[in-house]
């Protein structure tokens, strides 16, 4: 299983960014995948969740800013930040969970928001 994250940066607040995830080694057409953060010196953080429909779901601090999405033909997943804020600073993950409690991370594509 691999999956490699790519598109972080640095941005100003209110500026967005695009986050690509490649995929690899297990079945994405059939799987859940999405996207987590972790603030340096605290806990993974949930983002999304984006289902093989399409269907995304998202942590509640969100707010309508972040839009997740897939192409199942090309084994990729996207997730797409508009009003960034500081607060979204972090290491932004691409995962997916191949059976319970056997979940799946990239290394990471970090996302610095900072004036």
């Known amino acids: 299983v691999q999956l490699v994250e790519s598109g972080g940066g640095q941005v100003q607040p209110g500026g967005s960014l695009r986050l690509s995830c490649v995929a690899s080694?297990?079945?994405?057409?059939?799987?859940?995948v999405g996207w987590v953060r972790q603030v340096r010196g605290k806990d993974l953080e949930w983002v999304t969740n984006?289902?093989?429909?399409?269907?995304?779901f998202y942590a509640s601090f969100v707010q309508g800013r972040f839009t997740a999405s897939r192409d199942n033909a090309k084994n990729m997943v996207f997730l797409q930040m508009n009003n960034l804020q500081p607060a979204d600073t972090a290491v932004y993950f691409c995962?997916?969970?191949?059976?319970?409690?056997?979940?799946?991370r990239g290394q990471g594509t970090q996302v610095t928001v900072s004036s």
């Open positions: 995962s997916t969970i191949l059976r319970p409690g056997d979940e799946r």
């Open positions: 080694g297990f079945d994405f057409r059939d799987s859940v």
């Open positions: 984006i289902y093989k429909d399409g269907r995304a």
